[in-house]
């Protein structure tokens, strides 16, 4: 694994499943975000991790939790999908040296 | 809070001419400043950034910006644009400190040949 991978590639869910985006980073960063990309609406952060075992709101973070157990792993779940929440899903970290935030290749997720 | 505007949804530029994408921000403090790009369906990829130090800033593939703090502004420039640099860009600012970044709705830049 070099940089951030982020899975699926690509889902469509049916609207009330439940689904975990998967994040995984192997350059020990501390902090981890998870963003949605909508058309004309830019990134918006969804929640946010500082370290290991925090997490915080971001602007939509309504329908997702996050956790964040250990430095790697910060998983998106959204408890029972709607199809407002169909968007394409980034995941990115940062370290406080470099000050800025690496992105995975995203998720595109479609809920019917 | 802090916030990004840019205020062209799509710039249009022929190739070998200048380009310029627009971006201002609000920030509370000294602002760290930022330039993504995405291309067609790829994550957002890491162009330069404004930390401090000198106002221009040179970055990845021949881009550079100007922070221009009285006008709140952190304009993208290229002095000779490729039909290579068509994309999404977007602009980023956040606090000093280990806070997320805050993103503009983006640009697309068109360069025709």
């Known amino acids: 694994i070099a940089g951030i991978t982020q899975a699926p590639t690509s889902q469509i869910l049916a609207a009330g499943r439940r689904m975990t985006l998967r994040c995984t980073q192997d350059m020990r960063h501390n902090a981890m975000y998870w963003y949605r990309q909508d058309l004309g609406l830019g990134l918006r952060l969804i929640h946010y991790s500082n370290t290991a075992g925090t997490t915080g709101k971001g602007e939509v973070p309504d329908g997702y939790s996050v956790s964040r157990a250990n430095t790697d792993d910060f998983p998106l779940t959204l408890a029972s999908a709607v199809p407002s929440q169909t968007s394409v899903y980034f995941c990115?970290?940062?370290?406080?040296?470099?000050?800025?935030?690496?992105f995975g290749p995203g998720t595109r997720l479609t809920v019917l | 809070a802090q916030s990004v505007a840019q205020p062209e949804d799509q710039v249009n530029v022929a190739e070998g001419n200048p380009l310029t994408v627009k971006c201002t921000y609000s920030?509370?403090?000294?602002?760290?400043l930022f330039w993504y790009v995405q291309y067609p369906n790829r994550g957002l990829q890491f162009l330069l950034k404004?930390?401090?130090?000198?106002?221009l800033v040179k970055g990845s593939y021949g881009f550079e910006a100007e922070f221009n703090k009285s006008q709140t502004s952190f304009h993208l420039k290229k002095p000779s644009a490729l039909v290579s640099d068509s994309a999404l860009y977007f602009c980023a600012v956040r606090r000093t400190g280990n806070t997320p970044l805050v993103f503009g709705k983006g640009t697309r830049l068109s360069v025709i040949a």
């Open positions: 404004y930390i401090t130090g000198d106002n």
């Open positions: 920030v509370s403090g000294n602002p760290y």
């Open positions: 990115a970290s940062s370290d406080s040296n470099s000050n800025e935030q690496f």
